[in-house]
């Protein structure tokens, strides 16, 4: 794909012109002293795995902040990082350098009982469920409980309490052998929750689940964010649950953070070419049909093929129109998705101008930037026949 | 048979049963916790002590590759500072302990490698202690495997036991090869046979009755 941007009018910065892909975005990312709100904090942690010659950098100088009560998806394709960034925020790995802030105290320092003591604070669930086979829905639910030494009278009130929350009361003595997916990561959830932490660790929650099942659990993830004020950090390598789910997002490719900020604000401008690509799965900005037929040069009779980005306010406003009646411009809408996340709608518009253009290209594409959250020449098509 | 060799028989049959729950009791009592220190001290273990798990994999190794009937008569010495004497049923609990804790180890360990490390991992997030993720975790999970193995290891034992009239331990392979080979008695050869049949089938029904229901993957 051809990705040729053209700086849009004034006033209003095209974020796709301006960052590099290097320096995170720091749009909305972690500012200096923001940190003490945060009820995680990791500053510059590196992270390597294998021999002393041939070491791979899982992570490469992250920092971030979590803040409470919010929900933070970190995504990115395999082997990004994200695994490892989430296992040094509960102690699971230990960094290499940098350190892990969980309410303003460095736990990277922690000695193995007081690892044990945060972890109890943590909840965590995961892609495969992880539950014991040998321990019935009960059972389960109740072992980190047992772990932190709760008398079994206070066990069985709690549990029964927290397979009421997640819809399982009458499953209570099935062996986790016995449930459907979606059924398995309510136990992993309400497990998670046994010890009231005030973190919740997501890992591929919902990755190995259908569709219908994800939508299920992400809203009773969003049901107990909301009822609990519980912190969740997800990572994901699925838009979707970003979409779904999140406030705000971390994108991470190669163990460095490449961009950052609220999920509505990304999904309308995203910067670097690895969110690009994934968001293409829920949004995608340009059909493959075409994507294939965009050459870089106009030929003669060719249409220059402009992407808009719209979110907030914008998303409602005539654009087409407007370049109709103000430019005398006649353009051909050839794709478009609008998504709505957290009632903000973001969309994406391919619009198709004709080969006879009364102005230059350059003005028409400003006049389209100052509309839309940001404009970019595609490339061009030739006509078909 | 004689009435007195139906007594013979039932005596040799009654020091069979004390040798095999003896020394079963034993391996279970130290095999299964050398199968745990040798899954522990892995290298990818709980707590790696790749130092002491290479000995302990290599003794185990010396007693698996030793025959039973070598190691009868090798560990006499050391039988006779266990129990104070080196001859009769007690005696012969001693060796065969001695050769079926590694083999039981070497089949738990197995059994216990098998559960899978997203469990464990799961478990040290809740904050478990390596204590916890072995009594929790590792031996409930492995259970329905330990359990298949230690009734293999029983029926080895059964197998074993046979030999033990060569420190005069009896039971019925003694008594087999006395009567029924030494002396050409078809018909205790058979009945120890037959009776050999039946305590092995019903160790290895009880053991997979058992296993299966302790399984509850399926």
Known sequence: MINKAIKSGSGKADPTVHAAPESPAARAGTQPGEARHAIIGLSGLRKSFGKQNETVAALDDVSLAVRPGEILGIIGRSGAGKSTLLRCINGLERP??????????????????????LRRTIGMIFQHFNLLSSRTVFGNVALPLELAGVPRARIEERVARLLDLVGLADKRDAYPAKLS????????????????????????????????????????????????GLTIVLITHEM???????????????????????????????????????????????????AERIEAEPRPGAQALVRLRFSGEGAGEPVIAELAR????????????????????VGVLVIALPADLPRPLDEIVGFLGERAQSAELVGYVAPTH | MSPQLIDLFVAAAEETLLMVAASGAATLVLGLPLAILLVVTARDGLLPAPGFNRVAGSLVNIFRSTPF????????????????????????????????????ARIAEVALREVDRGLIEAVEAMGGTRRDLVVKVLVPEALPGLVAGFTITIVALIGQSAMAGVVGGGGLGDLAIRYGYQRF?????????????????????????????????I
């Open chain 1, 96 to 117: 290499d350098t940098g350190a892990v802030l969980i309410d303003g105290e460095d736990v990277t320092r922690y000695g193995a009982s007081q690892l044990l003591a």
């Open chain 1, 181 to 228: 997916g979606g059924q398995k990561q309510r136990v992993g959830i309400a497990r998670a929750l046994a010890t009231e932490p005030r973190i919740l660790l997501c890992d591929e929650a919902t990755s190995a689940l259908d569709p219908e099942t994800t939508r299920q659990i992400l809203a009773l993830l969003a049901d107990i964010n909301a009822k609990l």
């Open chain 1, 240 to 290: 979707s649950v970003v979409r779904d789910l999140c406030d705000r997002m971390v994108v991470l490719e190669r163990g460095r953070i490449v961009e950052e900020g609220p999920v509505a604000e990304i999904f309308a401008a995203p910067v670097s070419a690895v969110t690009r690509s994934l968001l293409q799965e829920v949004m995608p900005d340009l059909p493959s049909a075409l």
């Open chain 1, 326 to 345: 103000r430019l005398d411009v006649a353009a051909s809408v050839l794709h478009g998705t609008v998504e709505y996340i957290k009632r903000t709608p």
């Open chain 2, 69 to 104: 009937i070598i190691l009868l008569v090798a560990l006499i010495p050391f039988t006779r500072l266990v129990v104070g004497t080196s001859i009769g049923t007690v005696a012969a609990i001693v060796p065969l302990s001695i050769a079926a804790i590694p083999f039981y």
């Open chain 2, 185 to 217: 008695d078809t018909t205790v050869m058979a009945a120890v046979i037959v009776v050999l049949i039946v305590f092995v089938s019903a160790v290895q029904f009880a053991g997979d009755r058992l296993a299966a229901r302790l399984n509850k993957r």
